[in-house]
């Protein structure tokens, strides 16, 4: 059986690769191999990082809102997996991953803003509200500017992929 401090330190590890890929295949060409890839990457660190978060109890003693998070978290990645190898809905299974793992990856870059909000030691909340002002105020900044940015980019982004090889590519599937 592990330790918490180990499931922690496994917990942070995948935190870690998932950023990173994330990061990796929000910037690069979709499509590719390499994109493919990179968030078959993404797409497991990120469950795994979920599964982790649901073993860890230290905070609140039991499930709490945090493990609600990663269960969301967890579906937002399972529902913008799917649609890549069932091609379904036809013509939107392109919009429908892009969505969900968009989302999936701001909000783990939001939650990475939470912990740093919290665990810093100048900016950390002395008080339970506090906390709460924080953590919430942390992860909405992040939505809200992140959110933004990628419905800002979704049409560049997605264009790219209604026209030409990468259509019949995916009709070929």
Do not use: Q
């Amino acid at each position: 059986m592990l330790t918490v401090t180990e499931i922690g330190t496994i917990h942070v590890a995948f935190a870690v690769a998932a950023m990173a890929s994330g990061a990796v295949v929000l910037t690069k060409p979709k499509g590719t191999r390499f994109h493919r890839r990179t968030g078959r990457v993404y797409a497991l660190s990120m469950v795994a990082l979920n599964v982790t978060a649901l073993m860890i109890y230290r905070l609140f003693g039991h499930f709490g809102p945090f493990h609600v998070l990663a269960l969301v978290s967890l579906i937002s990645v399972v529902l913008g997996v799917i649609p890549v190898f069932l091609r379904r809905p036809k013509d939107r299974w392109l919009d429908v991953h892009y969505g969900f793992i968009t989302g999936s990856y701001l909000g783990l870059i939001a939650a990475f803003a939470a912990e740093i909000a919290v665990r810093v030691p100048a900016i950390r909340p002395r008080s339970g509200a506090a906390f709460a002002v924080v953590v919430i105020g942390a992860s909405l900044l992040i939505c809200v500017l992140g959110g933004y940015l990628i419905a800002r980019g979704k049409r560049t982004t997605l264009a790219r992929f209604t026209t030409g090889r990468f259509r019949a590519a995916a009709a070929a599937r």
